[in-house]
Nanobody, 123 residues
Framework: QVQLVESGGGLVQAGGSLRLSCAASGLTFSFYVMGWFRQAPGKEREFVGV???????YYADSVKGRFTISRDNAKNTMYLQMNSLKPEDTAVYYCAADRSWRTPLNAKSFGSWGQGTQVTVSS
């Protein structure tokens, strides 16, 4: 049973930074594609970024240059470093995992999900 637990969310002022973590268990973490998604009130869940098992990353245009995804396979943990945060980044952030690389990179491409962590950016 794959379990994903996000942490690190909170309230931050615009221009600030946060680092989210996703602790994974019940899987061979190094083999998995790991992703971050977010969902704002009244909106669909949207792709933020992904990191492949080999470490290659891809990002949504809206966060490119501001967000960085990394993974520590020894700790079974993925990270999302968020810098230069904007009010429009406010959302619940979800960690996702899948054994296979699937495109397009949307929510349907991932089979396991965490419960989410709230990120609120004040203006």
């Amino acid at each position: 049973q794959v379990q994903l637990v996000e942490s690190g969310g909170g309230l931050v002022q615009a221009g600030g930074s946060l680092r989210l973590s996703c602790a994974a268990s019940g899987l061979t973490f190094s083999f998995y594609v790991m992703g971050w998604f977010r969902q704002a009130p009244g909106k669909e869940r949207e792709f933020v970024g992904v990191i492949r098992s080999g470490g290659t990353t891809y990002y949504a245009d809206s966060v490119k240059g501001r967000f960085t995804i990394s993974r520590d396979n020894a700790k079974n943990t993925m990270y999302l470093q968020m810098n230069s945060l904007k009010p429009e980044d406010t959302a619940v952030y979800y960690c996702a995992a899948d054994r296979s690389w699937r495109t397009p990179l949307n929510a349907k491409s991932f089979g396991s999900w965490g419960q989410g962590t709230q990120v609120t950016v004040s203006s």
